[in-house]
């Protein structure tokens, strides 16, 4: 039987959604499957999301952006957007349970240099783990 699938949507599918989906990932292991994609995907993850995960030793380099519509066919359990575009956007996904909805700042559209958008970058992706790293304990809890 596979793992309850959770889908996190963002509008790119180019930073948030992939920092949710590598921090989820991490802190659920392989109890349930983690994938993230967009309404309008980007077509690349975003360098600096890379390299901002990779500061607290989460690896999302070979992630790749991805449309919404390919998971229609799969059986998503929970779907979480991360921007107010996706969660109006989102369709509802076979066997979907739950939605939830926790809108972040998009580091994408920091400005400045390199190290001032890397600023903007581990922020988001600080909130971002504060919210997912306490969701996936909330899920694990549940399972035992």
Known sequence: MKPPA??????????????????????????????SAGSNPSGYVHPLSVQAMKEIGIDISSHHSKHMDE?????????????????????????QVSRHHWGFDDPAH??????????????VRDEIARVFQAYGAGLLDSTK
Not at 8 to 34: D, K, M, P, Q, W
Not at 76 to 95: K, R, Y
Not at 110 to 123: D, H, I, L, N, S
């Open 110 to 123: 920091a400005t400045g240099t390199e190290e001032e958008q890397m600023v903007v970058f581990r922020r």
């Open 71 to 95: 998971f229609l066919a799969d059986e998503v359990s929970t779907v979480i957007t991360v921007c107010g575009n996706a969660d109006q956007a989102c369709p509802m996904f076979p066997g």
């Open 6 to 35: 959770i889908l996190i949507l963002c509008t790119g599918n180019s930073c948030r959604s992939h920092l949710a989906e590598g921090i989820l990932r991490a802190t659920l292991n392989n109890n349930f499957r983690v994938a």
